[in-house]
Nanobody
Framework: QVQLVESGGGLVQAGGSLRLSCAAS????????MGWFRQAPRKEREFVTA????????SYADSVNGRFTISRDNAKDTVYLQMNYLKPEDTAVYYC????????????WGQGTQVTVSS
């Protein structure tokens, strides 16, 4: 089992920045990748970005590429999401998730943190 706790959400004006953090605990030695997803009101949850835990390879959704940056601190079992040039359409609940080495799916999820971008 892996437990995840997100922090760093809030209200920001369009064009501003926020940094989200996700701290993992438990069986963190079994992490293959960590990702960020988001869900806006009346929309399905969507992939934002992910990073592999050992090699640090990253992937981004087209909608955030060039504006968001994912990074990790293995010593702290923490992943970060730096969000710059935020847009109102980035407003959503952001979830951190873990893909274990034993799975092709994201199996563990945080409770989510609200990000609201005002125009």
């Amino acid at each position: 089992q892996v437990q995840l706790v997100e922090s760093g959400g809030g209200l920001v004006q369009a064009g501003g920045s926020l940094r989200l953090s996700c701290a993992a605990s438990g069986r963190t030695f079994g992490i293959y990748a960590m990702g960020w997803f988001r869900q806006a009101p009346r929309k399905e949850r969507e992939f934002v970005t992910a990073i592999t835990w050992t090699g640090g390879s990253t992937s981004y959704a087209d909608s955030v590429n060039g504006r968001f940056t994912i990074s990790r601190d293995n010593a702290k079992d923490t992943v970060y999401l730096q969000m710059n040039y935020l847009k109102p359409e980035d407003t959503a609940v952001y979830y951190c998730a873990v893909q274990p080495v034993t799975s092709t799916e994201y199996e563990y999820w945080g409770q989510g943190t609200q990000v609201t971008v005002s125009s």
